[in-house]
């Protein structure tokens, strides 16, 4: 009686199954928020106040300035006569200039021209 027997080494690769890296460390996206505020034109807008240090929305006034002569010029050319003193009762051809309601500083000069 020949007892053949077959020794198997049933190796057991042992699971090297790495982790995936973590990356440690939170990197903290700094993010630099700045106050985004529509450009002030003709109509009050809200701004920031350097003298208040908040937001605020501004008060309006009209100036004649630069546009409204030209456009005086123009109209006198053109030989309305009536019409010269127009541009200075339009608000559309002035300045405008936008001060904090609280302080009363000016805080910009918007110029047609
Ligand atoms: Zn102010």
């Not at 440690?24 to 106040?49: M, Y």
């Not at 050319?77 to 936008?98: Q, R």
Request: proline content about 9%; aromatic content about 10%; some cysteine.
């Amino acid at each position: 009686v020949i007892v053949c027997s077959v020794a198997r080494l049933d190796k057991k690769s042992p699971n090297l199954s790495k982790p995936p890296p973590v990356l440690s460390g939170n990197c903290p996206i700094w993010q630099h928020l700045t106050q985004v505020t529509a450009p002030l034109r003709d109509t009050p807008g809200v701004t920031f106040c350097v003298y208040c240090q908040k937001n605020v929305l501004t008060r309006t006034s009209f100036e004649i300035g630069a546009m409204a002569w030209v456009f005086c010029g123009g109209i006198t050319l053109l030989g309305c006569w009536p019409c010269m003193l127009l541009p200075f009762c339009l608000d559309s051809c002035k300045d405008v200039k936008h001060y904090c309601p609280s302080c009363n500083n000016l805080l910009h000069f918007y110029r047609k021209m």
